[in-house]
Nanobody, 123 residues
Framework: VQLQASGGGLVQAGGSLTLSCAAS????????IGWFRQAPGKEREGVSC????????YYADSVKGRFTISRDNAKITVTLQMNSLRPEDTAVYYC?????????????????WGQGTLVTVSS
């Protein structure tokens, strides 16, 4: 059972990146998915999460209006479209999965925690 985030990279401020979260060993369609990030020297913070149906979404104030979370249960992937990136968005981004959306929404320990992908935004 594994959860993997991908799509990170180096981008200039104002640019865009799309992160993807995929699972092996289980199907994502029954789980709420959350994106978290951790910058060097800082605590991990919740960025966005989406319910299993896709009808409920949450965005941290710091990314609201710039990031969009979506899911394709047919393809069993969840994406985080990041636009208008800022240097302060630089961090390792992780995706997480839990059958309970509230676990991700409040930042509690999820059932599955994936490996991260590094996003670096240059000024």
């Amino acid at each position: 059972v594994q959860l993997q985030a991908s799509g990170g990279g180096l981008v200039q401020a104002g640019g865009s990146l799309t992160l993807s979260c995929a699972a092996s060993g289980f199907t994502l369609d029954a789980y709420a998915i959350g994106w978290f990030r951790q910058a060097p020297g800082k605590e991990r913070e919740g960025v966005s999460c989406i319910s299993s149906s896709g009808r409920i979404k949450y965005y941290a104030d710091s990314v609201k209006g710039r990031f969009t979370i979506s899911r394709d249960n047919a393809k069993i992937t969840v994406t985080l479209q990041m636009n208008s990136l800022r240097p302060e968005d630089t961090a390792v981004y992780y995706c997480a999965a839990d059958s309970n959306y509230s676990v991700l929404r409040v930042g509690a320990t999820p059932r599955y925690w994936g490996q991260g992908t590094l996003v670096t935004v240059s000024s």
